[in-house]
C-alpha cells in the first residue's frame, strides 16, 4: 500500500484512485451508475421494496436556508468558460484539511442504485464504539432508499451528512467520463446534479449539506468553482481506505494506519460485504492512540472547516 499524503511537494497529494485507473470496473462496482438516473435521463429515485420502511413523513429539523445562485444565474455566469482539466485533484476541488486542523477526518460514501443501497452497520457500530466522529457523504439514491438510517444518522452527533450528488455522476460540464460513467454534460446538468440532492437532503432531513463529493470524485475545474458558488466545498481525499469498498480489510487496515495531520480519508458504509468495517475495526485503536500522541485527533469536516 501506498502513503496517498505525499509530503514531496512536487509529487502533490497522491491518490489511489488515480493508479489504480486500470482497475476502475471493480473498484466501482459499489457505486455504480444506473444509466437511467443520470442528470436528465430518468426519474428521481424511489425506494426499492427491501429499503428501510419510510414510516411517516419526517419532520425536518429548524435549517437555515442556504441562499445559493440559481440554475439560470450559474449558466449564464459560466457560459463560455473553458471547463478546465478533469479528474480527482483539478483545481479547485479541497483534498485535505485546512493548515490550522489538528487533526485528520475519515469520510464515507454512500452510493445507492444498483448494488449500491446497503448498510455497513458494523462500521457505523465501530465508529460508535470509539466515539469517532466521521463525514458521511450520501448520495440521493441511497438516501431514498435508506429514509429510517438518515433519520438516525442525521441525529447521530457524531456525524455530518454531506452531499454525494443526485445521480453519482462525475461533475464535469463537458461530459467528461471516469472509468467508463459519463459525467454531466453541461453546467445545468451539473447544477441538477448537486442542488437536486442537496434539496432534497435540506427539505427531507433538514440538512443543509456544506460539503460535496461527485460520483467517483472526478469533477473539472468549472464544476468545482460551481460548487464553491453554490457554498459548497467540493471535496476529496488524500487517503483511499477501501478502493470503492473492493480492498480486503488487510487493506483497509493498512490505508486506515496511514492518516496524519491534515488527511482526508476516503471509504464507503454502503457495502456491508466488503472488508472496510473489518479493516477500520482493526487500524481503528491504534490510530487514535498515535493522532493522540501528535495531539491530533479525528474530526468531521465541519470541525477543521469552522
Known amino acids: 500500500m501506498t502513503n496517498l499524503a505525499s509530503n514531496d511537494p512536487q509529487v502533490g497529494r497522491r491518490t489511489m484512485l488515480a493508479a489504480l485507473v486500470g ?27 427491501s429499503a428501510s420502511a419510510p414510516g411517516p413523513a419526517p419532520t425536518p429539523a429548524p435549517s437555515a436556508p442556504m441562499a445559493v445562485p440559481s ?51 458494523r462500521l457505523i457500530k465501530e465508529l460508535r464504539a470509539h466515539r469517532t ?57 451539473a447544477y441538477d446534479e448537486v442542488m437536486g440532492n442537496q434539496h432534497y437532503l435540506a427539505d427531507t432531513f433538514g440538512i443543509q449539506a456544506r460539503f ?30 477501501d478502493a470503492g469498498a473492493t480492498f480486503p480489510a488487510s487493506g483497509v487496515a493498512a490505508q486506515t494506519a496511514l492518516l496524519g495531520a491534515r488527511d482526508v480519508g476516503i471509504g464507503h458504509f454502503n457495502r456491508p460485504s466488503s472488508g472496510t468495517a473489518a479493516g477500520v475495526a482493526k487500524a481503528l485503536p491504534r490510530l487514535l492512540d498515535s493522532l493522540e500522541s501528535r495531539k491530533l485527533r479525528l474530526m468531521k469536516l465541519s470541525e477543521a472547516f469552522a
Open 23 to 49: 482497475m476502475g470496473t471493480s473498484m466501482l462496482a459499489s457505486c455504480a451508475v444506473d444509466p437511467e438516473s443520470l442528470p436528465g435521463t430518468g426519474p428521481a429515485p424511489t425506494a426499492s421494496p
Open 71 to 121: 440554475r439560470r444565474a450559474m449558466v449564464s455566469a459560466f457560459a463560455g468558460k473553458p471547463a478546465g482539466s478533469f479528474g480527482l485533484e483539478a483545481q479547485g476541488i479541497q483534498l485535505d484539511l485546512p493548515a490550522a486542523a489538528r487533526g485528520a477526518a475519515l469520510t464515507f460514501d454512500a452510493c445507492g442504485g444498483l448494488h449500491g443501497e446497503g448498510y455497513d452497520a
Open 133 to 189: 466522529p466521521a463525514t458521511l457523504f450520501v448520495n440521493r439514491r441511497w438516501a431514498a432508499a435508506n429514509i429510517s438510517l438518515m433519520r438516525e444518522l442525521a441525529a447521530d452527533p457524531l456525524f455530518e451528512i454531506a452531499n454525494h450528488g443526485t445521480s453519482h455522476a462525475p461533475l464535469g460540464s463537458r461530459g467528461q467520463a471516469a472509468y467508463g460513467i459519463r459525467g454531466t454534460a453541461s453546467i445545468a446538468e
Open 212 to 241: 460535496f463529493r461527485s460520483g467517483t470524485a472526478h469533477m473539472d475545474v468549472l464544476g468545482a468553482a460551481m460548487c464553491r458558488e453554490l457554498s459548497l466545498v467540493p471535496m476529496n481525499f488524500t487517503v483511499n481506505l
